[in-house]
């Protein structure tokens, strides 16, 4: 597609439940991040895929975080057993090579009540 | 260790005039260098890149910036502020894999 297309925008859900959101990235972008922006926080690194690479989950901040990267496209990021903690807007954006920035998509909102 | 310092989480300036934001880093090598911002409840948007060459790059909407190794920093500059400028900035330094961002400077503009 024309830019990289998260879904869904907003999700708000019960504390402890599981919880799945998608990153479809730009077409051909090898390499796909996901960083966590928590309120007037500035944006905290997940995880990062390039290619069929190890993933680097350096930043996940618990085991109850995890992501994959399907036929080095599509990504799920999935929170099991959620806290209100992990209430933030989810950014994934994705990129060719890193010397021409990153393209970043507009985010899922996750609320945990 | 690797970080990237905004020192002004919040600045205000008037319509009309000059804008510097500032960015510092800290990083083994030179890294690449990148601001991006984000306007209220959208996705981020890179205003322009620095991996080598002349120091001074220019970059979308009119914004600027400048390398200056000795003082390992990579302010944003704009000569005139637009209303439509208010948004929040993140300078984000790194390689490849490792990319670090900035904890953003709000940036208001008043009329």
């Known amino acids: 597609g024309a830019g990289v297309s998260q879904s869904p925008s907003n999700k708000v859900t019960e504390k402890g439940k599981d919880v799945e959101l998608r990153c479809d990235p730009i077409s051909g972008h090898t390499a796909l991040y996901w960083y966590r922006q928590s309120l007037g926080q500035g944006l905290e690194f997940l995880i990062y895929?390039?290619?069929?690479?190890?993933?680097?989950k350096s930043g996940l901040p618990s085991d109850r975080f995890s992501a994959e990267r399907t036929g080095g496209s599509v990504s799920t990021l999935t929170i099991q057993r959620t806290q209100q903690e992990d209430s933030a807007v989810y950014l994934c954006?994705?990129?060719?090579?890193?010397?021409?920035?990153?393209?970043f998509g507009s985010g899922t909102r996750l609320t945990v009540v | 260790a690797q970080s990237v310092t905004q020192p002004d989480i919040h600045i205000t300036v008037s319509e009309g005039a000059s804008l510097e934001l500032r960015c510092n880093y800290s990083?083994?090598?030179?890294?690449?260098l990148f601001w991006y911002v984000q306007s209220p409840g959208q996705g981020l948007q890179l205003l322009l890149k620095?991996?080598?060459?002349?120091?001074l790059v220019q970059g979308i909407k009119g914004f600027e910036a400048e390398f200056k190794r000795s003082q390992s920093s990579f302010n944003l500059r704009k000569p005139s502020v637009h209303w439509s400028d208010a948004a929040e900035y993140f300078c984000?330094?790194?390689?490849?894999?490792?990319?670090?961002f900035g904890a953003g400077t709000r940036l208001t503009v008043k009329p």
């Open positions: 984000a330094v790194g390689t490849w894999s490792d990319m670090r």
């Open positions: 620095y991996f080598s060459g002349d120091t």
């Open positions: 990083y083994g090598a030179t890294p690449y």
């Open positions: 895929f390039q290619g069929n690479s190890a993933p680097d």
């Open positions: 954006a994705s990129s060719l090579d890193s010397a021409y920035g990153y393209t």
